[in-house]
């Protein structure tokens, strides 16, 4: 018996032992943590309780007082307010922009990567320029361009316009991205494929795309998620409620005096933000290297 | 005076005897007249002028003549007999055949032709080559899509005659054996799992394993399948039918490659020897190249040609706008226009129109240079590439530009136009009393901002000065928080890390517009937040946070602190965690205290890796729209130090939106964005101009 307790007293930690200040730095540093986490969670939480909570009207009622559980609010923010119709459009919105980002970017970085051509350094720098420029710039010219295309195309709707700002603004810096991108890919791969006389469109093809396809992936979420996000530009060119993308549609709901309701902008909210939380919580790794490729490295 | 060189060369500088004798003559006597005495030298013009003026008399000449008569008739008869040959052939054999005897019958005519009058001219040689190459390489295909047919044919007989009893025995044992082989699959698949339940093998093991068991039975089962002969049969036709259309399309670019061969190794003799067309057709893209003989390239070239005379040129000088004059209209800005005339859509057209015109002038110039240096050559004695070689050359040479093309035209229409007319419109007098139709003002309105003066440009500077204080404190309240949390949590005696890692995320990935305007309801009058507040501080009189300046502030850069240290959180731990754990060790080893540690290994690898990007994050913030603007719309309001337009948290960017959509001094605003998008580029331009990538040339 004596032989097992000398065992369990033993320290088999390869850390050393802490001392009295180690052991009150980590109590401080849990502490810090966990505060933090509180900060965090506590908005968000309330947030969450107050979408549930049946006990309100049109102002939150976060001070405590009588809760209710109840789906009131969900199912106001379905029935008495556009939310699907926003949902349909920021994804139909989402989606078209996201797709037309990867048709120009996947060509213009593989151009970038592989090509040496006339002006190439000089139109890289003045893109790199041109990136510096706040979107809105520009919110003047928007309403008018989208005038003169529709006057020529009908069919050109606003949220058209919208789409190709997105995806016509991201060409820049998503170009930057996959150029770094395919820059770490040697270019034996591709000599290869020359050798063997591929044209350049079939290298494109056979070889570039799916070797950058992890990056596209990202390039494309990222163009995915900024509508989800942005609220000046919808807010700016789309005038009529129907249209509206979510984050103009679900501020009305705080703003506007005839459709006021604190706790469905709270659900509204809620259901937008959960699948798009999930998202970064299982993609973060891919997100963020997304990010970090994408800046030319010091 | 025309002056001939000697001797012609090609594409790589290979020399060639000149053919045509009386070129040859007039650039030998040229030749020596540079060489010779004052006293030779007129003696040798004489013989020069007299060699021209008997040129049609030159024995060469008169050859050439002569031979041009006889080709003309050859040509003539040549398409006659081609006629006939093509009407006896048909019914006899398939179309494809069909035309392929007739090219090769024409191209052996031509050959014979031509073999006696090679000596003649370069361009006999490249014909008679050319005849000779097709008329011999176009046999084998001949042969080979003969043979392909008979296969085909013999393959759709056994489609119509195979033996129903065979067939339909075949087909049972199939079935037999696709049982048979599912069983298989079963078991083998049943036996993996056993495995992996035993833990024998991984998932990824069990996963591929199956993959292979499925190809192995799909496998089987197709050998079987094409045992019947049914299926055969059509499989067969199937692939003779792809090597007839396939096949044939690439024996025949193989023999026009070959023709390429030997385009490339002949040079062409011309008279002239300056290069005219170019500077006679650079007005219309296309006409050129016809010149030069290059037919399709020169339909390209007239497609842009189409574009430039009756899109561009006519949008540029006002026809077809939807309101405005073309380039006029940007000068006039629609003065003295009718009453519904909107000097913004005079002005935006007009920028459409110089980007037309641009565009316009690189086609002149692309087509210019063009025939420029195909005319050059041609003189040189390097002949004009075909159609087949043009075609290679753009789609590899030219294959950057191509492609980017969508890409540029969008950039240009999306990107460059509105910005071109926030620049412009900053010159402008655009303000509520002139929202229809406004004049150039000049500088004037950079003087009001720089001044601070007026209705709009008066709180400029104190908008700018809490825009940096803003700026300046959220980021680094945000960079501290994120990379302190960043460092606490890598702490290897910390449990539960996922936990935290999970959290500190949730400020990024919940979209920013619902947390800021959940704190803004939060933050109301009778907000949660605000109660909070009052309770901590215990004010004499109970403050409202959106209604103090100073609070207002505060609650700000505290809400960006909460927002972006997510960002830089994830950031900062990505890198902290590709630090080599050797590095530390060696400190330790060396009697590094904690705080040496991180001040000396850590702090310096996580800010050099993130600097770029948490340089970004101070732009974002100096643009940092949307948490002003829905957290208070910018305000308090505070008239006697910001005037009737911004509120006290007001950004210059939620300033100009203000301005642009909700106070109609566009101008002015606009002044502001070129003020402010100057700044950024420099401060961007630096930062690029100092990076390692930029450095090394590697971009």
Redesign the interface.
């Known amino acids: 018996m004596k032989l097992f307790r000398k065992k369990n007293d033993l320290y088999l930690s390869d850390?050393q032992p802490?001392t009295f200040w180690g052991v009150i730095g980590?109590a401080l540093?849990?502490l810090?943590?966990i505060g933090?986490?509180i900060?965090?969670?506590w908005?968000?939480g309330?947030?969450v309780i107050s979408s549930f909570n049946g006990n309100q009207d049109q102002y939150?009622i976060?001070?405590g007082g009588a809760y209710d559980f109840s789906f009131k609010h969900f199912k106001f923010l379905f029935d008495e307010t556009l939310y699907l119709s926003w949902v349909k459009n920021t994804i139909f919105i989402a989606i078209a922009s996201a797709l037309l980002t990867l048709?120009?970017?996947s060509?213009?970085g593989?151009?970038?990567s592989r090509?040496r051509?006339k002006g190439?350094?000089s139109s890289?720098?003045s893109i790199?320029?041109?990136?510096?420029?706040?979107a809105?710039?520009?919110?003047?010219?928007?309403y008018?361009?989208h005038?003169?295309i529709a006057?020529s195309v009908p069919a050109f709707s606003r949220q058209m316009m919208l789409i190709?700002?997105y995806?016509?603004?991201g060409?820049?810096g998503n170009?930057f991205i996959l150029k770094g991108y395919l820059?770490s890919i040697s270019t034996e791969l591709d000599d290869a494929a020359r050798i063997d006389g591929c044209?350049?469109?079939k290298v494109?093809r056979l070889i570039i795309m799916p070797i950058a396809r992890p990056m596209l992936a990202i390039i494309a979420l990222w163009s995915f998620i900024g509508p989800?996000?942005d609220?000046?530009l919808p807010r700016?060119l789309l005038t009529n409620v129907e249209s509206y993308t979510l984050?103009a549609g679900?501020?009305t709901l705080?703003n506007n005096q005839y459709d006021f309701n604190?706790p469905a902008?709270?659900a509204g909210?809620l259901l937008?933000?959960v699948p798009?939380?999930i998202?970064?919580?299982v993609l973060?790794k891919q997100l963020?290297?997304g990010?970090?490729k994408g800046?030319?490295?010091? | 005076m025309a002056i001939y060189q000697e001797f012609l060369y090609d594409d790589i500088g290979n020399t060639y005897e000149r053919k045509n004798l009386y070129f040859k003559e007039v650039s030998k006597l040229q030749e020596s007249i540079k060489s010779a005495t004052p006293e030779q030298k007129s003696a040798v013009k004489a013989e020069l002028k007299e060699l021209k003026r008997n040129k049609n008399k030159h024995s060469y000449n008169v050859e050439l003549h002569s031979f041009k008569e006889n080709e003309k008739i050859f040509l003539k008869e040549l398409r006659e007999k081609t006629k006939s040959m093509k009407a006896s052939l048909k019914g006899k054999h398939s179309r494809r055949v069909t035309i392929l005897k007739t090219k090769q019958y024409r191209f052996q005519l031509k050959e014979n032709f031509y073999q006696p009058f090679k000596d003649l001219t370069y361009d006999n040689v490249l014909i008679f080559e050319e005849a000779k190459i097709k008329s011999e390489q176009l046999k084998h295909t001949i042969i080979q899509v003969e043979e392909n047919e008979k296969a085909l044919e013999s393959a759709k007989k056994e489609l119509h005659s195979f033996d129903e009893v065979y067939n339909a025995k075949k087909k049972d044992e199939l079935k037999v054996l696709k049982a048979f082989e599912k069983e298989k699959f079963n078991k083998a698949k049943q036996a993996l799992k056993e495995k992996k339940k035993s833990g024998l093998i991984s998932e990824k093991a069990l996963s591929n394993g199956i993959v292979e068991l499925k190809k192995q039975r799909k496998e089987n089962i197709v050998v079987q399948y094409y045992d019947i002969p049914k299926h055969a049969a059509k499989e067969k036709i199937k692939s003779y039918r792809y090597q007839l259309r396939k096949g044939t399309q690439r024996e025949l670019s193989v023999i026009e490659s070959n023709v390429a061969d030997v385009r490339r190794k002949t040079p062409t003799e011309v008279s002239k020897t300056i290069p005219v067309n170019a500077f006679l057709t650079f007005w219309l893209p296309g006409l050129g190249q016809v010149l030069n003989g290059q037919w399709i390239k020169s339909i390209l070239f007239f497609v842009m040609s189409a574009f430039a005379y009756f899109v561009a040129i006519p949008y540029a000088l006002g026809y077809s706008n939807?309101q405005g004059k073309g380039i006029a209209g940007l000068i006039s800005l629609a003065e003295g226009g009718k009453k519904l005339d909107?000097s913004?859509?005079f002005m935006?057209?007009g920028i459409?129109a110089i980007f037309l015109i641009i565009f316009t002038v690189v086609i002149l110039v692309i087509a210019f240079k063009d025939v420029l240096s195909v005319e050059k050559k041609k003189i040189k004695g390097v002949r004009p590439k075909n159609w087949f070689e043009t075609k290679t050359a753009v789609?590899?040479e030219g294959?950057?530009?191509l492609?980017?093309l969508?890409?540029l035209v969008?950039?240009v229409?999306?990107?460059?136009?509105?910005?071109a007319?926030?620049i412009l419109?900053s010159f402008t007098n655009m303000d509520p009393n002139h929202q229809n139709k406004f004049e150039w003002i000049g500088l004037a309105n950079y003087k009001l901002i720089a001044l601070g003066e007026g209705i709009a440009g008066g709180p400029f500077w104190n908008i700018l000065g809490w825009t940096l204080i803003w700026t300046i404190f959220a980021t680094s309240l945000a960079i501290a928080?994120g990379f302190g949390?960043a460092i606490?949590?890598n702490?290897?005696?910390?449990k539960a890390k996922t936990?935290?890692r999970?959290?500190?995320?949730?400020?990024?990935?919940?979209?920013?517009?619902?947390?800021i305007?959940?704190?803004?309801?939060?933050f109301s009058r009778n907000?949660?937040l605000t109660?909070y507040l009052n309770n901590i501080f215990n004010f004499d009189t109970p403050i409202a946070v959106k209604d103090n300046p100073f609070w207002s502030r505060v609650t700000l850069i505290s809400l960006q602190g909460?927002l972006g240290s997510a960002y830089v959180f994830?950031?900062s731990t990505?890198v902290l965690q590709a630090i080599p754990a050797d590095l530390y060790e060696a400190a330790q080893i060396d009697g590094a205290t904690a705080w040496q540690k991180l001040r000396k290994i850590t702090l310096p690898i996580v800010l050099?890796?993130?600097?770029?990007?948490l340089v970004?994050q101070y732009?974002f913030n100096f643009?940092n729209?949307?948490i002003i603007?829905?957290f208070n719309g910018g305000g308090p309001f505070n008239p006697s130090k910001y005037g009737n337009l911004a509120g006290s948290t007001d950004l210059l960017?939620s300033y100009?939106?203000k301005l642009?959509?909700q106070y109609d001094y566009?101008a002015i605003?606009?002044a502001i964005?070129?003020v402010?998008?100057l700044g950024?580029?420099l401060?961007?331009?630096i930062g690029?101009k100092n990076?390692?990538?930029?450095k090394e040339e590697?971009?």
């Not at chain 1, 790199?128 to 706040?134: A, D, G, K, N, S």
């Not at chain 2, 229409?413 to 910005?419: A, G, K, W």
């Not at chain 2, 702490?491 to 910390?494: G, L």
């Open positions: 850390k802490l980590l540093t849990y810090i943590l933090w986490s900060v965090i969670l908005p968000l309330q947030m939150l976060l001070n048709l120009f970017v060509f213009t593989f151009a970038y090509y051509f190439r350094k890289l720098m790199m320029l041109i990136q510096t420029i706040p809105f710039a520009g919110i003047t010219a928007y008018t361009l005038t003169l006057n190709l700002i995806s016509a603004g060409i820049a170009t820059d044209s350049s469109m494109y989800f996000m609220y000046l700016v984050a679900l501020y705080i604190q902008f709270a909210g937008t933000a798009i939380v998202m970064f919580v973060q963020v290297s990010l970090s800046s030319v490295k010091g | 939807f909107r913004l859509i935006i057209e459409i789609f590899e294959f950057p530009y492609v980017s969508p890409a969008a950039i229409f999306i990107v460059l136009v509105p910005i007319t926030a419109l928080i949390l606490l949590a702490n290897e005696r910390i936990f935290f999970a959290v500190y995320l949730l400020p990024w990935a919940v979209p920013a517009f619902i947390t305007m959940f704190f803004s309801i939060m907000g949660i109660g909460w994830l950031l990505g050099f890796q993130t600097a770029p990007l970004g732009t643009n729209f949307s603007y829905l960017i100009i939106f642009t959509t566009q605003g606009a964005t070129i402010i998008s950024l580029m401060f961007a331009f690029f990076s390692k990538a930029f590697k971009l």
